[in-house]
Structures are given as C-alpha cells and as structure tokens.
C-alpha cells in the first residue's frame, strides 16, 4: 500500500526538493522556491548590491577596481540560494540549470545590450577532472541558449590557487593574479558566468585576461552574490 501511494505521489510530484528533501513537482518545493532570497528592487548598477535606490555606483563599490563592467546576480548566497549552489557544484544536478539558474540568471539580465559571447569561469584542470564538470560552465551553456548567445571555453587555469573560503579580499586578488589565460584571441562584448560573486577577485583577473585577448567589453552575471 505504502509502495503504491508513493508510485501516485510520483506521478504528481515526481521528485525531490533539492533544499528540503521534500517532495516536489520540480527541483523545488513550492515552500522552498517562496523562500529564494531573490534579490529584488533597486541594485547598485556597477556591483548588483542591493541598494536604497537605483544607483549607477554605490559606496561598496566606488574604490574597487573590478576589472569588468559590472556584475548581476538575481540571488543572495544564503538559505535555498546556497542549496542550489551546493546541488550544482557537489552534485552536478543540471536539471537545476535548466530549470531554476537559467530563468533567473535571463532575469537577471533583462534590458542589457546582447553580449557576443558567454564565457564560463573555468576551473583546475586536476578539480575537472575530480569532479567530472565545470557548475560555472554548465551555467554558462544554459544562459547562452537562453539569450541567443555563443558560449566562448577560452579561458582555462594556468596556475592552481588557493580555496578562497578564509582570504580577504586582497589576499583572493593575489591569489588569482595570473591564474588565467585565454587559450585564443578574444573579442567583442562579453559575459562572464560563474555561480557565486564573494569580492569579484575571480571574475576580475578572467575579465583582465580576456581584455588582453582583446575583448572590448567584459560583463559578469553569477547566481548567487554575498551581500
Ligand atoms: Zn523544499
Ligand atoms: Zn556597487
């Protein structure tokens, strides 16, 4: 009997809740996609923090040298936000992609001009291996379908680095210096992708890569942002 409620059950809800574990009609619960901690209203248009007004630069960011444009992120890194990060990056959970990362990160993005080309913020080649897939690069493959956009693998890890957890923001910029280079020329307007921005040292040094290739502009969109 239980074997059969469960079989009825999955026909309605045929899988779990990525955050709770619960079951649910999709990679979420209907609990658990109310609680995304969206980030909604007005941002700061450089950094994407949110702010008390629309505001073209705000005081987080006004003395940092990014090295890209500006970054979007329609997330905060926190509760379901970080459940979906944990279930793409340990568990390559790609329906996630598809279904959840890829319409917010659209979202997200909505009233920018188009981009020439998506480019994914690529990991060790040793961690690649370990872990079997790129979370960064399989975001990336997402959005670019989802905004009519090329995806561009040029940039791959030339130095290995440090896990970033415990290092200020200095210490993360010396960190990547130098750990990336593009393996072409590039070029045009492009797109950034990787899941969580923390003090934007990683997406800088690829932006600053790409901008040596060539590229005119570099734009950065993640899933998640620490506010
Ligand atoms: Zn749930
Ligand atoms: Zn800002």
């Known amino acids: 009997m239980q074997a059969y409620v469960e079989a009825l059950a999955d026909l309605f809800y045929p ?7 619960g079951r649910a009609s999709d990679v979420l619960c209907r609990a658990c996609f109310d609680a995304l901690p969206r ?12 702010t008390a007004f629309e505001t ?3 005081g987080e960011c006004k003395n940092v ?15 379901v936000g970080k459940e979906i990060v944990h279930a793409l990056k340990y568990r390559g959970y790609t329906r996630v ?9 659209s979202g997200t993005l909505r009233g920018t001009a188009p981009f020439d080309a998506v480019v994914p913020v690529p990991i060790h080649r040793k961690r690649l291996r370990k872990r079997g897939f790129n979370q960064a690069a399989l975001l990336a493959h997402g959005l670019a379908h989802g905004i009519n956009a090329g995806v561009s ?10 896990d970033q957890v415990e290092l200020s923001a200095a210490e993360r910029r010396a960190n990547v210096a130098g750990a990336f280079a593009p393996k072409a020329r590039a070029r045009g307007r492009l797109l950034l992708v990787d899941d969580v921005l ?5 997406l800088g040094a690829c932006a600053g890569a790409l901008l040596r290739a060539g590229a005119a502009e570099v734009h950065a969109v993640t899933l998640c942002r620490t506010v």
């Open 15 to 21: 899988q779990w809740c990525l955050s709770c574990d």
């Open 39 to 50: 980030i909604w209203g007005p941002t700061c248009g450089r950094c994407g923090l949110p």
């Open 56 to 58: 073209p630069v705000c």
């Open 65 to 79: 040298d990014f090295g890209f444009e500006g970054v979007r992120a329609p997330l905060r890194y926190e509760g």
């Open 97 to 105: 992609v598809e279904k959840l990362a890829v319409p917010l990160l």
């Open 153 to 162: 693998d040029t940039l791959q890890v030339v130095r290995s680095t440090r």
């Open 198 to 202: 923390t003090t934007g040292a990683t």
